[in-house]
């Protein structure tokens, strides 16, 4: 039975799954390179392999929207939570592209599940804390993000196999949350259908958030897994430094979310998104045509800048704006968030395998200024 935690020590428990998140994830992202040299792998299909995460989660978020509802927030979490630590290493142990595709379709609906309930217990415990935590625990995603990259470039850099890499992490990780167990929250209410992501379309008047969101995620999801094949293909760096570029990416993100409440406080949300954005479609660009290393990270940490805030902000703007409900109109927003974070990874795959990876990133330009071209649909309404 779980014991009745204190608020502080509630939330550092969460604060531990999301990080656990974060990190495992950044951990297979670190390792996609090695995977595909040992399966010779084009980008097409590498980019078909990656859209098995898209289907599992896919499958697994509306089950586990209705789970957390049933069975409540932390068992799911504690569920999942292990799960996705066991299968951490299994598409490290893949022997060709079906049993790639195979094993990512379990890891993304265990990623998918756990995503769902970790969200949906934090909502919990901002709830019993009585102010806002949710873009703390994100920028905790972040962290999880950046140390699992880090770590993963020192694993590639001496040579080790991804095989050990991911069991050793997964190993650390699933002892992160049986030991955050003890702390989590008890579910003292029971959640509504509408507290947690599920599918749901948004309402007209809120198309141009949803565009926003959609575009961000999408950005966000390309970056997980094409970021190190782009340094690590087209610029010929090495592995160890490919698995970088994720690590600068999430570290301004991680910077920006910590930051962010204080941020939107002081800037227009609209001018914000609109001028890290710009800046972000310029940078990138012009690191894709000039093919430097140093300026590819660079235009990665702007790309992290100008996505981290785009979550709480679009949130907070639904929320207000729906007719039916807050809830369902986050969940609207949600589900177009995780349908772009999940389906960049094949597209720009698709993409790079009918032209190059270097043309495909250029997608990620035309995203950024999407979301600087829509985003005054973020300003408060009079």
């Not at 297979?28 to 599992?56: D, K, M």
């Not at 927030?73 to 490290?92: D, F, M």
């Not at 699933?174 to 003890?182: C, D, E, G, K, P």
Request: charged fraction near 10%; glycine fraction near 12%.
């Amino acid at each position: 039975m779980a014991l009745r935690s204190p608020p502080a020590a509630a939330h550092a428990a969460v604060a531990a799954v999301f990080f656990v998140n974060g990190f495992g994830f950044a951990s297979w992202v670190s390792r996609i390179p090695a995977v595909r040299e040992a399966l010779a792998l084009t980008e097409g299909q590498l980019g078909t392999a990656l859209f098995a995460i898209a289907a599992g989660a896919l499958v697994a978020f509306p089950l586990a929207g209705r789970g957390t509802v049933m069975r409540g927030a932390r068992v799911l979490t504690l569920a999942s939570g292990v799960a996705y630590c066991l299968v951490l290493p299994g598409p490290a142990f893949a022997g060709g592209l079906l049993m790639l595709a195979l094993s990512l379709f379990v890891f993304g609906a265990a990623n998918g599940a756990m995503d769902v309930s970790m969200n949906a217990l934090g909502v919990e415990v901002e709830t019993s804390i009585g102010k806002p935590i949710m873009s703390s625990l994100h920028g905790m995603w972040s962290a999880g993000g950046l140390g699992g990259a880090v770590v993963g470039g020192l694993f590639a850099k001496y040579g080790v196999a991804p095989q050990v890499h991911l069991s050793v992490i997964a190993l650390l990780l699933i002892t992160t949350v049986i030991t955050a167990r003890r702390w989590l929250p008890t579910n003292r209410v029971r959640l509504s259908t509408d507290s947690v992501p599920h599918f749901a379309r948004p309402e007209a008047g809120m198309m141009g958030l949803g565009a926003i969101i959609f575009c961000s995620f999408l950005i966000e999801g390309a970056m997980a897994d094409w970021s190190a094949v782009l340094l690590r293909d087209s610029l010929n760096t090495t592995e160890a430094v490919a698995a970088l570029g994720y690590a600068v990416f999430s570290l301004t993100m991680m910077s920006m979310r910590f930051a962010g409440d204080r941020i939107v406080t002081r800037w227009d949300a609209g001018a914000l998104l609109r001028v890290t954005n710009g800046i972000a479609a310029l940078t990138f660009a012009v690191a894709l045509w000039m093919q430097h290393v140093g300026l590819t990270m660079l235009a990665f940490g702007l790309i992290g800048v100008g996505t981290a805030t785009v979550a709480p902000l679009v949130f907070r703007a639904a929320a207000r704006r729906a007719r039916a409900s807050p809830g369902q109109g986050i969940a609207a927003m949600a589900t177009l968030g995780y349908s772009g974070f999940l389906v960049g990874p094949p597209l720009v795959g698709w993409f790079a395998e009918a032209s190059s990876l270097r043309i495909a990133s250029g997608l990620l330009v035309l995203l950024a200024l999407a979301i600087a071209a829509f985003a005054h649909h973020v300003r408060e309404k009079g």
